[in-house]
C-alpha cells in the first residue's frame, strides 16, 4: 500500500499542477477529464499513478475515485474526499480566458479559500506570474 499524503501535500501538489499546467484537462466532447487525450491531467487526475490509471475512471466523480479505485490500490484517500472534491471542483469551474486557459486571478483565489476553509497554508512555488 502506498504511503497516503497529508492533507497539506495534496493540496501543494494540485495547486503547483493547477498554475503550471495554466489550463484545465478539457476534451471538446467529454468536458473534463482526469486525463485529457492531448496530456493534461485534472486536480484529481494529477494524483492518480500511471499505473493505476483506466480510462473506465472517465466520466465519474471524484467521491468514485476515492471510495473505490484509491482505496482498493492505495492507502486510504476518503481521509481527503472534501479537499479532492474541493480541488476538482475548482479545476472543472475555473473560469477560463477566450485561449481556454485558466483566468490565474479566479483560480488563485479560489485555491485560497480552499485553503483557509481546510485550515491549510496556501504556498505556490516556482511560479513566474
Given amino acids: 500500500m502506498h504511503k497516503l499524503p497529508s492533507a497539506q501535500e495534496v493540496f501543494d501538489i494540485v495547486v ?4 503550471t499546467q495554466g489550463r484545465p484537462a478539457y476534451d471538446g ?7 485529457a487525450p492531448d496530456g493534461l491531467r485534472c486536480a484529481v487526475g494529477v494524483l492518480i499513478p500511471d499505473d493505476l490509471y483506466d480510462k473506465a475512471l472517465e466520466k ?8 473505490d479505485f484509491f482505496d482498493a ?3 486510504d484517500w476518503r481521509k481527503h474526499k472534501d479537499l479532492l472534491r474541493r480541488l476538482q471542483g475548482i479545476h472543472d469551474n475555473c473560469s477560463r480566458t477566450k485561449e481556454g486557459t485558466f483566468n490565474l486571478t479566479v483560480l488563485d ?3 485560497r479559500n480552499a485553503a483557509a476553509h481546510f485550515s491549510l497554508e496556501y504556498r505556490r512555488q516556482n511560479l513566474a506570474d
Fill in 109 to 111: 483565489e479560489d485555491l
Fill in 29 to 35: 466532447v467529454q468536458g473534463c477529464m482526469y486525463r
Fill in 73 to 75: 490500490d492505495l492507502a
Fill in 60 to 67: 465519474n466523480p471524484s467521491d468514485y475515485i476515492v471510495q
Fill in 16 to 19: 503547483n499542477h493547477l498554475f
